[in-house]
């Protein structure tokens, strides 16, 4: 993308990076801000940006992290802009409302209890361990959530181990 | 960082650490360190069961993304239709960037790096230099002969695109200028064509002053012999084809383009010049360096584009002339021909022929062989073939018959553009499309105003076109959003999508089974955006309402009714907005009552919006309203919430009432339908401050819920300001209009 310099063709290449990454972005950036339509706007402006910075000439290596990052700054940008601290956790109790889907009242009761439990150890989380296993979970690389955080390459591997220790004494005591 | 140190770190014990494990799952590590690990798996059962147990916590984590997942709503199918457009309205942002900024931009584009300091120095020379001329020659503008060519042929190529076998109609006037035994004479005549693009057929219409004359196909003989009767046009026809342009499309980009690749030692010159109000013109004026005397050869060829749409509206030649036309002027008759006076010209014509003399005049009074010939479009149109009679363009008719009448292209006065506007405007409204969908009037090129936006379904596309494709002079273009992907991916790189003003809320589709009379689609699912955790406001709706179903019942009401006073509201500015554009002159008295019909239903809607918003809040947040910190007077919560609007706020309500009292109030809604706007849109906010966001402690709730009221009021004030003046009883009676009933605070 970083090649291509026509107007009409970063226009395309902008929009069908838009049609592909859209959906991660979004996910990721309402698990920050949890509203879903500001979750929205600022994932379109995130690739407005994209597009104002590609028309400028700079070059972007990493479109996916780039992407990623930008989208995480405005995030917290709109997070302080509202007086908000930042939270990096879902809300429990609306996650509780959803219905789960397994049929039998009792699997139901052990699922819930199951998913209540790994509610629970998510807030316990740090915000940069709950991030890294958000963004990994889009399928981000170590090496592209560094660049979305601006952390070190192998600071990623020990945030990712972490929380995943943590969310499994959880699950598994 | 690489993988190397990741390994370094990792591998400091013969079991692998927890990052080593989670790096080899994840593909992080070298092919030689994961096989390593891999290895000491098959013998390490313990090392197997962390590697089993970050597997299931993986799964479960995915397992309560995607459950989260499924309670959000994505993207709508516009929503990249919607980015594209915000695409391009950072093209048209960049468009408007200096020449510098581009040049620096493209600059930077090709070179990719900075450049060395030697090359910079090369560079900064060059622009110095560059300065200097630029200086030393005065302002020129930023386009080339050719990039104005260029572009204009684009747009007329453009123009003709989305219509189906393009008929293009042109209504010119065309005036001729000579220097005579008696001084200069000018002569006018106007000329109508109809050109079939598809089928190379034309029909011309020649009128104003000279007898009218019919003809079906330009006449051939114009090349090889002088006309027999040499009025303006005969002569230019000659002209033109002496020079190998088109008779057939006289004002035309393309044909002035192929002259021009023909033509030897000609120069060129780009100008601006002012068009009407804040509009330019760009002038290409092309000179022909060598003296040929020829008789009929073009000396000097100007054309002029409007700025804005690369539209072409005049074009002018100097032509070398001969004896004989030199003197044909007086063969005209008096209604055109007559001699150059400024004094007896119309108002057209005066401030241009002002032009012409500082221009291609200079020639013609310089050199009295020269003969200069203008045409200036009067009407421009784009006509399908299937609009016009099948016999129009056949056989050529009896000269002295009265003309068939021509397709319905008559050029149309503003008063009429405005009108059909409005109607569109109305018609809009009683579909409830003004409240939040995607669709707008717009003034269309070539006098036409085209409706144009998107609908959510075939249905509510097939509605919009029969509100409002019956109304005269209105070209519909509202497309399903399947429609209008399609069309973006077909066209795209060579057609940016139609920018539609977007409201500033979420945009809004209306249920198919939305009919006109029911009432309009409001602001969306609220559900949607009320978060179910802790509100700011959650203390209060505890303190009010006994359960919980009822504590989110309260929240998405509000919610609800704010969106919805914010879709009138929203309507209502952007009529103001239109109404303030409008030139008073051009608009007709039943067109104004119209606009004020439809003002005044906007903002009655909006009261009753704002009435409901206010009914719903006040007893959740009237605990915090009469606290201690504001309880300190006795009046009522209303009053004293108005009271803590900004100082400017007070000043500017003040204003409006006084002006709704005066006898000219009614032309002054527009602006007071702006304030409502301002008002209702920062009640909108602190509402969803208050109703739909999830942080407790940030929030000063007095403070919050005293400014949403304060909002709510000054924004309910201005149109209720507005509901007064519009009223007609109360213009008529102002006594009635005081005892206009206040809805209960």
């Not at chain 1, 889907?101 to 139901?108: R, S």
């Not at chain 2, 030692?265 to 040929?292: C, F, I, K, W, Y």
């Not at chain 2, 400017?648 to 709704?660: I, K, P, T």
Request: hydrophobic share 40%; proline share 6%.
């Amino acid at each position: 993308m970083a090649e291509t310099t026509e107007p009409s063709e970063l226009h395309r290449a902008v929009t069908a990076a838009f049609e592909e990454l859209k959906d991660p972005v979004h996910r990721y950036v309402a698990a920050i801000v949890t509203e879903d339509h500001a979750a929205r706007d600022l994932t379109q402006e995130a690739f407005v940006r994209l597009y104002e910075h590609l028309l400028k000439g700079h070059r972007i290596a990493h479109v996916r992290a780039w992407i990623f990052r930008v989208a995480h700054n405005l995030s917290i940008d709109a997070l302080r802009r509202h007086g908000v601290i930042d939270h990096a956790t879902a809300s429990e109790d609306s996650a509780r409302e959803v219905a789960d889907p397994a049929p039998g009242a009792e699997d139901l009761l052990l699922t819930q209890e199951f998913r209540g439990r790994l509610r629970d150890a998510l807030h316990r989380l740090s915000v940069q361990e709950r991030r890294c296993l958000d963004l990994r979970a889009e399928g981000l690389t170590y090496r592209e959530i560094a660049e979305v955080l601006g952390i070190r390459h192998t600071t990623v591997a020990v945030f990712l181990a972490r929380g995943l220790k943590k969310l499994a004494s959880t699950l598994h005591d | 960082m690489t993988r190397r140190s990741l390994q370094a770190l990792f591998f400091q014990s013969s079991h692998p650490s927890d990052e080593e494990l989670l790096a080899c799952l994840d593909g992080e590590l070298d092919e030689r360190a994961a096989a390593r690990v891999r290895a000491h798996l098959d013998t390490c059962w313990r090392c197997r069961g962390r590697r089993d147990r970050f597997d299931r916590t993986i799964a479960a984590f995915v397992d309560v993304r995607l459950e989260d997942r499924a309670r959000r709503t994505g993207f709508p199918p516009s929503a990249t239709l919607l980015l594209s457009a915000r695409l391009d309205a950072v093209d048209a942002k960049m468009e408007k960037r200096s020449v510098w900024t581009r040049l620096f931009w493209r600059a930077r584009l090709t070179a990719r790096t900075w450049p060395s300091p030697a090359r910079l120095a090369q560079v900064s020379v060059a622009v110095l230099t560059a300065v200097l001329i630029v200086l030393s020659i005065g302002r020129e503008p930023a386009v080339s002969a050719q990039e104005l060519l260029a572009r204009t042929v684009a747009a007329q190529e453009a123009r003709l695109r989305p219509v189906v076998q393009p008929v293009v109609y042109q209504r010119l006037q065309v005036s001729r200028r000579a220097a005579g035994a008696g001084g200069t004479r000018e002569t006018h005549q106007t000329w109508e064509i109809w050109s079939d693009t598809t089928h190379g057929r034309y029909r011309e219409r020649v009128g104003a002053f000279a007898p009218i004359v019919e003809r079906a196909a330009p006449d051939a003989s114009a090349c090889s012999a002088p006309a027999a009767e040499p009025t303006p046009i005969r002569e230019l026809e000659s002209i033109l084809c002496a020079n190998g342009l088109q008779a057939a499309q006289p004002l035309s980009a393309a044909a002035f383009r192929d002259w021009r690749g023909r033509v030897r030692n000609a120069s060129d010159r780009v100008n601006t010049q002012p068009l009407d109000g804040e509009r330019q013109a760009m002038v290409l004026r092309t000179s022909l360096g060598d003296r040929d005397r020829q008789p009929n050869r073009i000396r000097e060829a100007e054309l002029v584009v409007r700025a804005d749409d690369w539209h072409p509206l005049v074009q002018r030649f100097v032509v070398q002339g001969s004896a004989h036309q030199a003197d044909s002027g007086h063969v005209d008759s008096g209604q055109g021909d007559r001699r150059h006076d400024g004094a007896s010209q119309s108002g057209a014509m005066q401030s241009d022929a002002t032009h012409r003399d500082t221009t291609l005049g200079d020639a013609a009074q310089g050199d009295a062989d020269l003969v200069s010939y203008e045409l200036r479009e009067l009407s421009f149109e784009v006509v399908p073939l299937a609009t016009v009679a099948p016999t129009f363009f056949d056989a050529p008719r009896d000269t002295t018959a009265v003309p068939a009448p021509a397709p319905a292209v008559e050029a149309v006065s503003e008063a009429d553009l405005v009108s059909a506007e409005v109607q569109a405007w109305e018609a809009l409204h009683r579909l409830g499309a003004l409240l939040g969908e995607p669709v707008e009037v717009a003034r269309g090129s070539s006098h036409r105003v085209e409706v144009r936006g998107l609908a959510s379904s075939e249905e509510r596309k097939q509605a919009i076109i029969e509100a409002v494709g019956a109304i005269p002079l209105v070209t519909v273009d509202v497309r399903t959003v399947d429609e209008a992907l399609a069309a973006k991916r077909a066209h795209s790189g060579t057609a940016s999508a139609t920018p539609v003003a977007l409201p500033p809320g979420p945009i809004v589709f209306p249920s198919a089974s939305a009919s006109a009379s029911a009432a309009p689609a409001d602001g969306g699912d609220a559900s949607t955006m009320i978060q179910t955790g802790v509100l700011p406001i959650q203390p209060l709706l505890d303190a009010y309402l006994p359960t919980p179903q009822d504590r989110t019942q309260a929240a998405t009401d509000v919610v609800t009714l704010s969106r919805g006073a914010m879709s009138q509201a929203w309507a209502l500015e952007r009529l103001a907005r239109f109404t303030l554009g409008l030139d008073a002159a051009a608009v007709r008295p039943s067109t104004r009552r119209t606009l004020e019909r439809v003002a005044l239903e906007l903002a009655q809607a909006t009261v009753e919006k704002l009435d409901a918003l206010e009914r719903r809040v006040t007893p959740i947040v009237s605990p915090v309203l009469s606290s201690p910190a504001s309880a300190s007077t006795s009046e009522p919560a209303a009053t004293r919430a108005a009271a803590d609007a900004p100082a400017s706020d007070a000043l500017e309500d003040g204003a409006g009432r006084a002006d709704a009292a005066s006898s000219g109030a009614a032309t002054e809604w527009p602006r007071s339908a702006l304030q409502v706007f301002a008002r209702v849109r920062e009640a909108d906010e602190k509402t969803r401050r208050l109703f739909t966001e999830s942080d407790t402690g940030l929030v000063e709730l007095g403070s919050a819920a005293r400014a949403l009221m304060a909002s709510c009021e000054a924004g309910r004030r201005a149109a209720v300001d507005i509901t007064r003046t519009l009223t007609p009883k109360a213009i008529e009676d102002p006594a009635a209009a005081a005892s206009l009933p206040r809805p209960p605070r």
